[in-house]
């Protein structure tokens, strides 16, 4: 599972020109479910953003989490994020979950946020959309669940 967490002043996406979710203050999360993927994917990533202290305090520009700062999370699903583009010029997206598979698990991702704390506004699954964000910083974070690789620490290197 992937995702691209974007602190936003403000975000809304639009399907066939109305607009089905927005939010003021808080993240843009583009979420690829990969296959293989699971609740407890779903339910730790939503853990993982929930937590994420990326807001300003009075100390620090990035210090608080966005429950802290009463924050809302629109969340896009996108299966694009799980393109392979290793091999030539047109991507891949046999890494991208079932659609039904996908759809129980963006469901599941955006329940988990929201009984984090987090108001969740969604997107319409499978439907062509019209984004729009004003990227606030800009921000941008990106998760892959469960994480992948070893963060640049190795035994070699002393950690």
Known sequence: ??????RVSRAEV???G????????????????EAGDGESDARALAAR???????PSERRPID??????GGGALVISQFTLCADTSNG?????LAAAPPADAERLYGLFCDAL???????????FG??????LVNDGPVTIVYAEPPRGDGGVSEQSGG
């Open 1 to 6: 599972m992937k995702a691209v967490v974007q």
């Open 49 to 55: 953003i929930a937590k994420l202290r990326v807001f």
């Open 64 to 69: 608080r989490s966005i429950v802290e700062v």
């Open 127 to 132: 439907a062509m959309m019209e984004v729009e």
């Open 14 to 16: 639009r399907v066939e």
């Open 18 to 33: 109305a607009r089905v979710g927005a939010v003021g203050r808080g993240y843009l999360v583009l979420l690829g479910v």
């Open 89 to 93: 010029n047109r991507p891949s997206f």
């Open 114 to 124: 929201a009984a984090a704390g987090v108001p969740v506004e969604r997107g319409r």
